[in-house]
C-alpha cells in the first residue's frame, strides 16, 4: 500500500508562487508516473502536470511556462513549483502515483491553494 503526504498549499497573493511537497512511502515497487492534479468547487478534478519514472514531463495548458514539477527519486517527493498564481488556480490540489499500468491511481490527501486576487 502506497502513502502520499502533500505540504505547501495555502494562501498567497495573486503573481505570488508556493511550491507544493509530495512524500511518498509504502510499498512502491516501479513507477508509470507521480503528478498533480486539482479540483476546484463544482468542478471535476483535472491533471495539471505529472512526471514519469524516466523524468518526462506533462502539463496541461493553462500552467505551461508557469508550473514546473519535479522528482527526487531518492526521497520519492515528487514537488510541484507555482510562479504567477493567479484566482484561477485556486483549488484543492492532490498528489497521484501510479505504479503500473494495471493498478489504480493512488492518492494524497489533498491541500489547499488559494490565490486572492
Known amino acids: 500500500q502506497v502513502q502520499l503526504v502533500e505540504s505547501g498549499g495555502g494562501l498567497v497573493q495573486a503573481g505570488g508562487s508556493l511550491r507544493l511537497s509530495c512524500a511518498a512511502s509504502g510499498s512502491i515497487q516501479s513507477l508509470v508516473f507521480m503528478g498533480w492534479y486539482r479540483q476546484a468547487p463544482g468542478k471535476q478534478r483535472e491533471l495539471v502536470a505529472r512526471?514519469?519514472?524516466?523524468?518526462?514531463?506533462w502539463y496541461r495548458e493553462s500552467v505551461k511556462g508557469r508550473f514546473t514539477i519535479s522528482k527526487d527519486n531518492a526521497k520519492n517527493t515528487v514537488y510541484l513549483q507555482m510562479n504567477s498564481l493567479n484566482a484561477e488556480d485556486t483549488a484543492k490540489y492532490y498528489c497521484?502515483?501510479?505504479?503500473?499500468?494495471?493498478?489504480?491511481?493512488?492518492w494524497g490527501q489533498g491541500t489547499q491553494v488559494t490565490v486572492s486576487s
Open positions: 497521484a502515483l501510479k505504479q503500473t499500468e494495471s493498478l489504480p491511481l493512488s
Open positions: 512526471i514519469n519514472g524516466g523524468g518526462g514531463e
